[in-house]
Nanobody
Framework: VHLVESGGGLVQSGDSLKLSCAVS??????IGWFRQPPGKESEGIAY????????YYSNSVKGRFTISRNSDKHTAYLQMNDLRPEDPGLYLC?????????????????????WGQGTRVTVSN
């Protein structure tokens, strides 16, 4: 599975931005968006199960961000509303091919095997 993110940029606090993740290949069961602030480790912020469309959101983005996908599974999105000064970073999408029995909320970055290069989001005050 090959992933390419796009849609990042510079926005003002309170603005919205929609990120896209182009996915090549069908052999994946979960898609996730991760955020890596400067000098920090990646944080899983939104996950989507392909089989049942169940989702997970971290507390830091719940109610503001929405993960979705095209019905053909070839594009995933992250709609980000009400962007805040704590939201900047490198946003990466990743895919997991293997089954997961632990509940979608228990997935961690290390559980995803395919990663894109990321798209950078900057938020000005």
């Amino acid at each position: 599975v090959h992933l390419v993110e796009s849609g990042g940029g510079l926005v003002q606090s309170g603005d919205s931005l929609k990120l896209s993740c182009a996915v090549s290949g069908d052999n994946y069961r979960f898609i996730g968006w991760f955020r890596q602030p400067p000098g920090k480790e990646s944080e899983g912020i939104a996950y989507l199960s392909i089989s049942d469309d169940s989702t997970y959101y971290s507390n830091s983005v719940k109610g503001r961000f929405t993960i979705s996908r095209n019905s053909d599974k070839h594009t995933a999105y992250l709609q980000m509303n009400d962007l805040r000064p704590e939201d900047p970073g490198l946003y990466l999408c990743a895919a997991r091919s293997a089954q997961w029995e632990g509940g979608i909320a228990r997935l961690y970055p290390g559980d995803f095997g395919s990663w894109g290069q990321g798209t950078r989001v900057t938020v000005s005050n």
